[in-house]
Nanobody, 116 residues
Framework: QVQLVESGGGLVQPGGSLRLSCAAS????????MGWYRQAPGKQRELVAV???????NYADSVKGRFTISRDNAKNTVSLQMNSLKPEDTAVYYC??????????WGQGTQVTVSS
């Protein structure tokens, strides 16, 4: 049974930090690109960051320099360190496992709210 379980969301003040984690099971984690997406109310889901199976990372322009994605293939986890958070970062954040050929998977999402 495939599972992607996110944790670490919550309420934080502007300028603060949060670390999201995603624990994966039920598939071969190391051969997947692992990403974080987010969806704000009334907006489309957007890619935040991705860690490819080859070891590279990519970020949305809006989070470059503030967010860092990392993965641990031994533990089947992917994390998103979010610093200097802004109110516009408020969204539900989703963990995603993507493969060009194999099925793709999504977590249930975790709420991040940036507000004073």
């Amino acid at each position: 049974q495939v599972q992607l379980v996110e944790s670490g969301g919550g309420l934080v003040q502007p300028g603060g930090s949060l670390r999201l984690s995603c624990a994966a099971s039920g598939f071969t984690f190391s051969i997947y690109d692992m990403g974080w997406y987010r969806q704000a109310p009334g907006k489309q889901r957007e890619l935040v960051a991705v860690s490819t199976r080859g070891g590279s990372t990519n970020y949305a322009d809006s989070v470059k320099g503030r967010f860092t994605i990392s993965r641990d293939n031994a533990k089947n986890t992917v994390s998103l360190q979010m610093n200097s958070l802004k109110p516009e970062d408020t969204a539900v954040y989703y963990c995603n496992a993507n493969h060009r050929v194999l099925p793709n998977y999504w977590g249930q999402g975790t709420q991040v709210t940036v507000s004073s």
